[in-house]
């Protein structure tokens, strides 16, 4: 079995995924269309991640819906608003209940310094205040990362070792896998791996052992090199198991087997 651990299942519903609003009568269906697809394929698992209050109660409300999917709860980097305190209380609410709510993980979080304008210090605060509900509640971080990766392990870095989590579609360099991988986390790996310019991403997929890697789609985002331009979809999975295999010359049931014993550690999901 493969398990998708980073995908918007809300979003790859909707016509505009920023604006309109997730209704379960129209939009059910189809999600439930995409988890089978996904399921044919021998992806068993799926984790719905939110970035704001709103994308939260919908990740909630799908993963209570379909067996085989799980939520994350939190607000992304770039859509924190002038009363992200307020929503975030309410998120706390949610996950005061996560065996209920099927929340698995507390995220999108991080730091994004590429879209602008931005206010770091503000992104700053919001990360830590997801950061302290996960070793609260005992769950692990998603993590978003995009120009601001000395930022983030400043900030992660007066927890390591106390926290846990995944970075989502890992870029960096070979130095900060080897830090974050000493301070326990998990390496996020999607269809980027797949991309001609990666070289150096696939240079340190050869190097590191399969125990901190998990996959992801980020759908309907970064499909992998052969669907560039269409919606990504959580049955590309074994896709990204494969090049993965082909990359370290091993077989891709083990990517497979490996990346969901990762999954069961990190997210507390089972195999069955």
Known sequence: MLVDTHCHLAMMVKRSWQKDRFDPAIHMPEIESIVHQAAVLDVGKIITVATTLPDSLDSIFIAQKIAGVFATVGIHPCDYTSEWKNDFAQIKKLVCNKKE????????????????????QKQIDVFRAHIELSLEYNLPLVI?????????????????????????????????????????????????????????????????GLERIVLETDAP?????????????????????????????????????ATTKNVERLFGISHG
């Open 101 to 120: 709510n099927k929340i698995v993980g507390i995220g999108e979080t991080g730091l994004d310094f590429y879209h602008k304008p931005f206010n770091k």
């Open 144 to 208: 978003h990362v995009r120009e601001s990766v000395d930022d983030v392990l400043r900030v992660l870095g007066e927890y390591k070792k106390e926290v846990g989590g995944v970075f989502h579609c890992f870029c960096q360099s070979k130095e900060v896998a080897r830090t974050i991988i000493d301070w326990g986390m998990y390496i996020g790996i999607g269809g980027p791996i797949t991309y001609p310019k990666n070289e150096y991403l696939r240079e340190l997929i050869r190097e590191i």
């Open 221 to 257: 985002f970064l499909p992998p090199q052969q669907f560039r331009g269409k919606r990504n979809h959580p049955q590309y999975i074994p896709l990204i198991a494969q090049a993965i295999a082909d990359i370290k010359g091993i077989k891709k049931a083990v990517v497979a087997d």
